[in-house]
Every structure is written in structure tokens, then in C-alpha cells.
């Protein structure tokens, strides 16, 4: 794929291979050593900006990025203007020169509270939503989808809409919300949404090799690629598809990532967090089904730091 720089506002990407943020998966640990293997931005975990402007103590949590503000941007999602906005002028958030605004979650509890994906029936608050944030000074960005039920194809009138209220980038996730994370992406409505406007289109959905990466830019013209689940299935993508040489292996990433938690979280918290990586990482590996089912059910970090370092 053709990798290029990307400028928003006055931040400059090095390239355009995002990392998606993915509740759950995306923390600080995972980021920084994706960034470490090429990533040219990556997103925090999904954010409310109300739960932010009420002192969720869990929802400052995932701020954290160490040395990283200036490569990673804020996924903040909410349906209130108000709170949005407060949001991206708070304290809070003041390190971050980017703020993505999630129009694109799937899941009921988001959606039903109109939040995510929701947005995606409402272009006039979706738009008021954006003009507003944009007032407080941040470069805004949009994560959508192309619609929420199979047969969609909002995604090219939705942008135009996005880009009118002062979005710098919109990032299009090739699916309904109706279809969840499963299915080829339309590449078609990315296509069409790309044409329809001025301001970098970046594509989403179903990347998994470099074929993948590259079927997508070639079928979209798109502006880059944002990486999800096949980011955590091989961390190494991002550095496959930039060319460059890993800087490590996959023993030495697990184990930086899990050392990196135990310092923040604790013994307990880590494993229990990391546990939903195993299915990822080991996937098609012979001879390790024991092992990974041991691997799930350690109790400490510690622990799973000496099984590891035993074992590969």
C-alpha cells in the first residue's frame, strides 16, 4: 500500500497505518508497543464524556498514556453537545491535540443510549456535535460506519455532513451496524464517501494480512488504513505493512506488556485483563492447547511472566 505522512491541524502523522481503539484491548501498554512497531497514530479505548466530566475515576483511567499524547488520540463518545464539548475543554484532556468522536459503536448499551452508531440516524445533532467540539480548539476527528442495516449506504452524505461542521478526518469502519464485526467491508460505500469529500477518508474493517491492507487502498482510495482485531491477532502487521523490521519478538512483546501493567495495575488486574489475549496470539500454534488453557486461568502476572518465559 502506498504509506504516507497525514497532517491534521498541527499535528503531524508519521504515517497513515492507525491502530482502532477497541474497549477492552487498547490500553496504554498495547498502544505504546504497537507504536514502538510503526503505528502512525493509535486511539485510547472509548471514553464518555460525561462519565469524564463527572470524575469517573474509570474513565480518566484510560487517559493514560505515558510519553505517548502526541501519538495517540482520545475516542470520545457521547450524544450531548454540551458534555462533548466540556469534555474536550476540560483538564482532562488538555495533553491531547486530537479528539476522534465514536459515531460508529455497535453495541445496545452505547446504541441505545444514543451514543456511537446511533448518531448515525441524527446528522443534525451528529453535526452539532462536531461544530461544537471543534469550537474548543481540538482537531476533531469521526470513527463511523456506512449505516446501520444491511443495505445501507449513508456513509458519502454523512461525511459531507461531518466535513461541513469542521471534521478534519473521518474514519469509515465498511460496515452496518447490523453486521457487527462480521462480513467483507463495502468497499464501495468507502469509495463513494472518499469522492464526496476533501478531508482524509481512512479505512476500516476486515484487515488482517497486507493483501488485506492493500485490497482495501486500492479498492477505496482510501487515505490510510486503521488496523482493529488484526492488530491484536499480529501486533507485527503494522510493521509488515510499513516495511520495517520487527523490534521484537512476540515473547518479548507479551512480556513487555504484561510487565508494563503489573507496574500500574497489580498482580491480579493484569492477568485477568491479559487472559482475553491468549485466544489471539496463540491462534494456530501446534502443540500449545494445554498450555493455553493453563494460560487462562492464572491468577497473578508473575506467574504468567514465568510460564511464558519458560515456554517460548
Known sequence: MNVSQLKLGNTQIKNNVFLAPMAGY???AFRHL???EGAGLVFTELVSAKGLMYGGQGSKELLYCGNDYKKTAVQLFGSEEYFMRSACESEDLRAFDIIDINMGCPVPKVYKNGEGSA???DVKRASK?????VKSGKTITVKIRTGLNYGDDIASEFSKAIEDAGASLITIHGRVREAY????PDYKAIEKAKNSVKIPIIANGGIFTLEDANVMMDRT???GIMIARGGIANPFLFSEILSKKPTKTLKEFILLQLKTN???FGEEKTAKEWRKFVPYYFKGMVGIKELKNELV???TASELINIIDKNF
Open 26 to 28: 487498547t490500553d496504554y
Open 34 to 36: 504497537v507504536l514502538e
Open 119 to 121: 448518531l448515525l440516524n
Open 129 to 133: 456535535i462536531v461544530s461544537e467540539c
Open 181 to 184: 464485526y462480521s462480513g467483507e
Open 221 to 223: 482510495g482510501a487515505d
Open 262 to 264: 503489573l507496574e500500574r
Open 297 to 299: 486461568k492464572v491468577p
